[in-house]
């Protein structure tokens, strides 16, 4: 049997040696870890730096589409003039045959009367 206080300071060899090999794993897990660190930072970076420049893109196409919009929305009100005035028109014109057509009625009409007054006069 060994004696217990040879064996302590051994042991107590034995686990500094173990404390001081398990803090350089620690140490080197420490820099693995500030390595991921830095490597998910850059990537989230590049990932906002992506992010943001598709915002943008996307700002650009809304504006875009918004241009787009007013502009059609502008033809539609020019379209709809045109087409008020055209049907002003076409309804002028209408008018104005049917009361061509009603006067010449009227003057067929008139026509016929004095036709019939002169063969009563006759």
């Known amino acids: 049997m060994t004696d217990p206080i ?3 300071p ?3 060899r034995e686990i500094r040696a173990m404390h001081a090999d398990l803090a350089a794993q620690f140490g080197d897990l420490r820099a693995q870890f500030g ?4 490597e998910f930072s850059d990537s989230r970076g590049e990932t906002s730096r992506r992010l943001d420049t598709l915002e943008a893109l996307v700002l650009r196409h809304d504006q875009r589409f918004d241009t787009v919009e007013t502009a059609v929305a502008g033809l539609s009100a020019q379209v709809r ?3 008020a005035g055209v049907t002003a028109s076409l309804t002028s014109r209408e008018r ?9 009625g009227r003057v067929d009409e ?3 009367r004095v036709d019939a007054l002169e063969a009563r006069e006759d």
């Open 6 to 8: 040879d064996v302590t």
């Open 10 to 12: 051994a042991i107590l």
């Open 35 to 38: 390595d991921l660190r830095a």
């Open 81 to 83: 003039m045109l087409s």
């Open 96 to 104: 104005a045959a049917v009361e061509a057509e009603l006067l010449e």
């Open 110 to 112: 008139l026509e016929g």
